[in-house]
DNA sequence: ATAAAAAATGAAAAAATTTTCATGATTGTT
DNA sequence: AACAATCATGAAAATTTTTTCATTTTTTAT
């Protein structure tokens, strides 16, 4: 997960990021609000965690220009000030959420779920045991958020499987839905992108997930 | 836009026709819940407007229809009966919206355009002049529902420039969007990509769309 | 008008993907 | 156990995509 971490404040900026990086998150930080919205206009980041207080333009004006923009990035705004007023002001910027200073890094990491949790509902992100698809980047990512590189064929017999996930699906089904054909060919394609998409996936998680019922097709399993 | 208009009383199907055709869309008229079935079956349209009392089969059978299949279309219900029972029927019958008769050709665009934005933003759609892209599918569409083949890194740049459109976008930016380069490369990967891009765009639509600007980058203009 | 920088282009080379084919392994049935 | 049907596999062939390179064209500034 890429992030991006607008706070002025060098001390807790660089806590946030080496803690980030422990879980396995990649953070970026910006000092102000300008280099944030320049950053974010360059560079595609899942969360953009803002301080509210900054030089230049301040985390409530970043949060509101970027949703004018029609930018729908997850944000959780950080406030030195816990009172009620600034929260709802938060979110009527546009904010997902709001964490009061001092916070625990645990604290962080709790919202920042909940929050990408929410976002991935909205958006095209379906999770399966130990990977998830992006649909709309068309990115397969492991646990450890390693990207698994799927061909365009591979790509979309897992996003059907996976769709379907627990039944059982047909090679006419496949044919259908994969290769756009109304029958089933002479020749094994389904069987041979079955292959080159186990070969992969057992190589980047070490499980095995697509079960063959002979006689009746594929299935994508939980472990 | 491809609007299907199931209506049995003539007047108001014409009239509504001759209404979307001064808008610029073009509609059909099915004049009975079988023919509508039929139609949507075998042309692709963009919405539906269903009337409740239609003869063989009634709109709310028709749309209830349409949702078992798993056929996702934006629909619209007009009815003569104003009362809230009807209109609790029609959403959970798997409408969108609901119109009560009688109603003016106003308000009837109005709720087009509010369905049809919300279907939008729900499939990650796009749409840019005379071509419309399908994040989630990697599909580019014309105006007259042809498909432009891209591959997969021209997609990526049309992708990348629609979302900026209007913005300049440079060379480095599209380096580390596309082909996630921290740096431009030696080479005229980025040209090259886009000359065959443009190809393709003014093949599919004889319009060109990427313009450039000279020393700074690549924009996505209207006309 | 001219030179230098930037961009466009066509075609070739390189790389990746998709598909096919021949062969071997597995499964269910008799 | 034997058979036929189904599936798996490795490797080759075909196709497509991506990248590079040499050259031409366009643009800007002088």
Same mark, same amino acid.
């Given at each position: 997960?890429? +992030?991006?971490?607008?706070? #002025?404040?060098?001390?807790?900026?660089? !806590?946030?990021?080496? /803690? @980030?990086?422990?879980?396995?998150?990649?953070?970026?930080?910006?000092? =102000?609000? $300008?280099? %944030?919205?320049?950053?974010?206009?360059? &560079?595609?980041?899942?969360?953009?965690?803002?301080?509210?207080?900054?030089?230049?333009?301040?985390?409530?004006?970043?949060?509101?220009?970027?949703?004018?923009?029609?930018?729908?990035?997850? &944000?959780?705004?950080?406030?030195?000030?816990? #009172?009620?007023?600034?929260?709802?002001?938060? @979110? /009527?910027?546009?904010?997902?959420?709001?964490?009061?200073?001092?916070?625990?890094?645990?604290?962080?990491?709790?919202? +920042?779920?909940?929050?990408?949790?929410?976002?991935?509902?909205?958006? =095209? &992100?379906? $999770?399966?045991?130990?990977?998830?698809? #992006?649909?709309?980047?068309?990115?397969?990512?492991?646990? #450890?958020?390693?990207?698994?590189?799927?061909?365009?064929?591979?790509?979309?017999?897992?996003?059907?499987?996976?769709?379907?996930?627990?039944?059982?699906? !047909?090679? $006419?089904?496949?044919?259908?839905?994969?290769? *756009?054909?109304?029958?089933?060919?002479?020749?094994?394609?389904?069987?041979?992108?079955?292959? *080159?998409?186990?070969?992969?996936? $057992?190589? %980047?998680?070490?499980?095995?997930?697509?079960?063959?019922?002979?006689?009746?097709?594929?299935?994508?399993?939980?472990?």
């Amino acid at each position: 997960m890429q +992030i991006l971490i607008a706070e #002025d404040e060098q001390q807790i900026a660089e !806590s946030l990021k080496k /803690n @980030f990086r422990d879980e396995g998150f990649n953070a970026m930080i910006a000092c =102000d609000g $300008e280099m %944030a919205l320049k950053l974010l206009d360059e &560079i595609e980041f899942d969360l953009l965690l803002l301080d509210w207080r900054m030089p230049k333009l301040s985390g409530l004006d970043v949060c509101r220009t970027l949703r004018q923009k029609g930018i729908q990035i997850p &944000i959780i705004l950080l406030t030195a000030l816990g #009172d009620l007023s600034n929260k709802v002001e938060a @979110f /009527n910027a546009g904010a997902d959420d709001y964490i009061t200073k001092p916070f625990s890094f645990d604290e962080v990491l709790a919202r +920042i779920n909940a929050v990408v949790r929410r976002y991935r509902l909205s958006k =095209d &992100i379906i $999770e399966f045991e130990d990977f998830t698809l #992006d649909l709309s980047r068309r990115l397969v990512i492991t646990l #450890d958020k390693k990207q698994i590189h799927l061909s365009d064929k591979e790509f979309d017999l897992l996003k059907f499987l996976v769709q379907k996930k627990g039944e059982i699906v !047909s090679k $006419e089904i496949l044919c259908k839905n994969v290769w *756009n054909l109304n029958f089933v060919p002479q020749t094994n394609i389904c069987e041979a992108t079955v292959k *080159n998409l186990r070969k992969k996936l $057992e190589e %980047a998680t070490g499980k095995k997930y697509i079960k063959t019922i002979y006689g009746e097709g594929y299935s994508l399993i939980a472990d």
